[in-house]
C-alpha cells in the first residue's frame, strides 16, 4: 500500500504550473520510456547465480532495487565486488551484452508514453533523454521504441564527470538544448535520476514502474505517476497550457 499512500500524499501538489512557459522536457530512459528494469533484473541474478555470487542464492528484486537499480555500472561494480573493482566491471559489461540480446523481444514502452510523445511534438517542446546507460543500451533501447528522431539530444553518465545522482547530466542536458531549468520537467523512475534532476534546480514527475512510492518520495520530486497515461499527469500539462502553453515562439524550438 505504500504506493497509494505515496501518491496521496502529493495530490495537491501534482502542479508544473510554476515553469510555465514551458520550453523542454527531460526524460530518464531505463524504466522511465520502457519497463527495461525486469530484463536487467533478470539478467544480472542469472550471471550472479552463474559465477556463485551470494553464495549462489539467487538475488531478490529488493536487492536489485536497493543496490543496482538506477545506478551507474561503475558504482554497481564497486557494489557487487568492493575489493575487486575490475571483476565487477567485467561482469556488468558482459550483463550489458546479455541485455541488449534479450531487450529487442522484450522492451515495450511505458503505458501513453506515444501520446505523450504528441503532445510534446505538437508543443514544438525541446526534449533530451539523460541516462546513467552505457550508450549501446541506450541508443538501442531509443531505436526499438521508435524514438530516434524525437529527441534533440542523448546526454549519458560517460559524457559527464559525474553521474547521476550529480545534477551534472541534467545540467549539460539543459546547456545543449539551450534551455532554462525554471522552464523545464524531468521525468524519472529511480532515487539517483529523481535526485539529480531536483539538485538541477527542475521539478521532477517521477514514475512508480520499478521502484515503490514511499522509496521513490524520499527523493523529494514534484509528483508520483503510475505511467503516462496518469490523469495527475494529463491534470497537470492541461494546466500548463492553461497558465502559459509553451515558449516555442521565443525558446527558437
Known amino acids: 500500500m ?3 499512500s505515496g501518491e496521496n500524499s502529493v495530490e495537491s501538489k501534482s502542479s508544473l504550473s510554476g515553469i510555465s512557459p514551458l520550453e523542454a522536457v ?9 519497463d527495461s528494469d525486469p530484463i536487467h533484473c533478470h539478467a544480472f541474478r542469472e550471471m550472479l547465480q552463474e559465477i556463485g555470487f551470494n553464495g549462489g542464492v539467487p538475488i531478490t528484486e529488493e536487492y536489485y532495487i536497493e543496490n543496482i537499480g538506477g545506478r551507474h555500472n561503475d ?5 557487487l565486488f568492493p575489493d575487486d573493482f575490475q571483476r565487477g566491471l567485467k561482469l556488468t559489461d558482459d550483463k550489458e551484452v546479455m ?3 534479450l531487450a529487442p523481444g522484450q522492451l515495450k514502452p511505458v503505458k501513453g508514453l506515444h501520446k505523450l510523445r504528441k503532445w510534446i511534438e505538437d508543443r514544438g517542446l525541446k526534449r533530451a533523454a539523460v541516462s546513467n546507460s552505457p550508450r549501446p543500451n541506450a541508443e538501442l533501447m531509443i531505436s526499438i521504441l521508435g ?3 524525437f529527441f534533440h539530444a542523448v546526454i549519458l553518465g560517460s559524457d559527464c564527470e559525474h553521474v547521476k545522482p550529480h545534477p551534472e547530466p541534467y545540467l549539460k542536458a539543459l546547456e545543449t538544448l539551450n534551455v532554462s531549468k525554471d522552464h523545464t520537467f524531468v521525468f524519472e523512475d529511480s532515487v539517483s535520476g529523481i535526485k539529480a534532476g531536483v539538485a538541477a534546480g527542475m521539478p521532477v514527475v517521477g514514475l512508480i514502474t520499478g521502484n515503490p512510492a514511499h522509496l521513490l518520495m524520499e527523493a523529494k520530486p514534484t509528483f508520483l505517476i503510475k505511467d503516462y497515461e496518469d490523469p495527475k499527469l494529463w491534470a497537470a500539462l492541461e494546466e500548463l497550457d492553461k497558465k502559459g502553453g509553451t515558449a516555442t515562439s521565443t525558446s527558437g524550438a
Request: aromatic residues 8%; contains cysteine; proline residues 0%.
Open 99 to 101: 541485455f541488449r540480446k
Open 26 to 34: 527531460l526524460f530518464d530512459i531505463d524504466g522511465t520510456l520502457c
Open 2 to 4: 505504500a504506493a497509494s
Open 75 to 79: 558504482d554497481i561494480a564497486r557494489i
Open 147 to 149: 524514438l530516434s528522431d
